[in-house]
């Protein structure tokens, strides 16, 4: 039967640890290893030096050669060779004749007896080393010649057991045992903070759940249709969608850049380094209208912000066409109430046998309408502007202000290139007009003026709308084009004028906003017309 596997660490956090805890015992047990080979060689090295000098340092001794004259050379060498022994800190020291006989023993026993290992070397003149086993056990010896004359007198030998030396390594061992063991304490403590610090941040997922959450990650990012940023805490841009890209118009190099660099508009640049989140907000840029939504990101610090953007430019465009819908079909209903009312007039004249007061009151309200029309229609051949005018006058009557088609005007039909779209002169005109109305309206003698022209090169369109309200104050000449800017009280305003400068800029034309003669705002915005028919106009 197999044991069961141990389990392997879910996280990536703790198969780092592993692996790290693994690899640190690893280092610290090879060093442990190395540490003690070098150290058993230097003890072995300095075993040998050890006696190499007790040796030589003996048979120069002139006592010993002294005592080896004498009949019985045993009686004084033996007490001073167990004395050097001592002292010199080696195992044994034997002296012994020139045949290897020894004088000197440890152990009373052996002395007489042959000694044990090579003593050739000596006996021709020169110290030697070796490891050999005598009686005492594996030893480290060295034996050397003692002169006397010049004549080999005798022989020295010193040595140190193996055994005694892998005692002064156990020593070294020990010690080196717990400087490993602290390393590796040290180590793998190091260790768990730094994998703990690892398991927050990957919020102890594994490497496949990251590689998966990565792979969703990408997914996502491409799949969604909105734009999606994130920034960094210090407004880098960190992070952009193919959606974010395009509706932002950003480079391939924008990932790294700062928000403040990527040449937006300054209203949306402030909204994307705000700390506190935004909701819904409409923004501009050179060609889209966009709503706007942030979420910081924070864990205990502002680590970023989450921005997505949605393109609402076809939507307000058409929210605007709607609008004037709904103002032309509140003006209708007005007309229709009106028009109940002179219907009125004219049944209650005719059953009072007043016909032809009834005649003359019906004719004249249909020589007025129908002046109405054939003075806009005379003046904008083009069927867009002029419906949207004869809407706008009927809307403005609706709210107490005149607006008159400035004789100046001269716009005939096919004028306008392809480029230049009906919804486009909608946005602009329309605004222009509706700004000028709610301007003017409430005052005496209210008025709004519409000039519309091609010039006189026919390279362009002149649309021009100036009203008999306050005005706009040079100071805030810049101003008014921008999202949010308004005299109105309360929110919701600031939007049409910023459209308007969105689509004049789209379409290349400029904008201009000057005093009237009247005393209001005049408003001129001049389009481009590429491959327009010319036209006669007025200046």
């Known amino acids: 039967m197999r044991p069961p596997a141990l389990p392997l660490p879910r996280s990536l956090a703790g198969q780092l640890f592993a692996m790290q805890a693994v690899l640190i015992a690893v280092v610290v047990a090879g060093y442990a ?70 004088w000197t023993h440890p152990h009373t026993g052996e002395i007489g007896k042959p000694f044990l290992g090579r003593i050739g070397p000596a006996r021709e003149g ?24 010049g004549r080999i007198v005798g022989l020295v030998s010193a040595g140190i057991t193996v055994e005694a030396i892998s005692a002064r390594v156990q020593d070294q061992v020990t010690a080196l045992l717990a400087v490993a063991g602290a390393a590796l304490l040290l180590g793998a403590v190091g260790t768990y903070v730094v994998n703990a610090r690892l398991r927050r941040h990957t919020h102890g997922m594994n490497a496949a ?84 939504n942030t979420s910081p990101v924070s864990g205990g610090e502002r680590r970023g912000t989450v921005v997505t953007l949605r393109d609402v430019t076809e939507l307000q465009s058409l929210m605007g066409e709607l609008d004037s819908e709904r103002g032309f079909s509140q003006a209708l209903r007005a007309q229709a109430h009106e028009a109940a009312n002179r219907l009125h007039t004219v049944v209650s004249l005719i059953e009072l046998d007043r ?25 904008v051949g083009e069927p867009v502007l002029a419906a949207l005018l004869l809407g706008k006058t009927a809307q403005a009557n609706e709210r107490g202000v005149e607006l008159v088609v400035s004789p100046d005007s001269r716009l005939d039909d096919g004028v306008l ?40 090169d026919a390279h362009s ?47 290349g034309g400029t904008l201009t906003v000057t005093r009237a003669a009247e005393g209001g705002a005049l408003f001129e915005a001049r389009l481009p017309l590429r491959g327009a028919v010319p036209a006669g106009g007025g200046a």
């Open 461 to 507: 369109l002149v649309l021009r709308v100036s009203d008999t309200g306050p005005g706009v104050d040079p100071a805030h000449a810049g101003l008014v084009f921008q999202r949010g800017w308004s005299t109105k009280p309360g929110g919701g305003h600031g939007l049409g004028l910023a459209l308007v400068r969105q689509a004049v800029t789209r379409l």
């Open 417 to 456: 290139p392809p480029g230049l779209t009906a919804r486009d002169l909608v946005t602009v005109l329309g605004n222009l007009i509706d700004n000028a109305v709610d301007a003017a309206r409430g005052g005496a003698g209210a008025r709004v003026t519409v000039t519309a022209y091609a010039s006189a």
């Open 126 to 149: 020169r110290t030697f080393t070796e490891t050999y086993t005598g009686t005492l056990g594996p030893s480290v010896r060295a034996v050397t010649p003692v002169r006397d004359g």
């Open 209 to 292: 759940e990251l590689s998966r959450m990565h792979d969703y990650h990408q997914a996502a990012l491409h799949a969604v249709r909105e734009g999606l940023l994130m920034l960094d805490g210090q407004g880098r841009v960190a992070l952009a969608n193919d959606g974010g890209r395009e509706l932002l118009g950003l480079a391939e190099d924008a990932v790294g850049r700062p928000v403040t660099e990527l040449g937006l508009p300054e209203p949306l640049t402030e909204a994307l380094l705000s700390a506190s989140p935004r909701v819904d907000e409409v923004h501009l840029t050179a060609s889209r209208v966009l709503v706007l």
């Open 33 to 102: 290893l190395f540490t003690y080979v070098g150290d058993r060689r230097q003890a072995e090295d300095a075993a040998v030096r050890q006696v190499r000098a007790v040796a030589r340092t003996v048979a120069d001794a002139p006592s010993v050669r002294a005592a080896i004259r004498t009949p019985d050379p045993t009686a004084d060498l033996e007490p001073y060779a167990l004395k050097v022994t001592r002292d010199a800190g080696v195992d044994f020291v034997t002296i012994m004749n020139p045949d290897g006989i020894r």
């Open 355 to 379: 016909a032809g007061e009834a005649v003359e009151f019906a004719t004249a309200e249909l020589e007025l309408a129908q002046a109405l029309t054939d003075r806009v229609v005379a003046a």
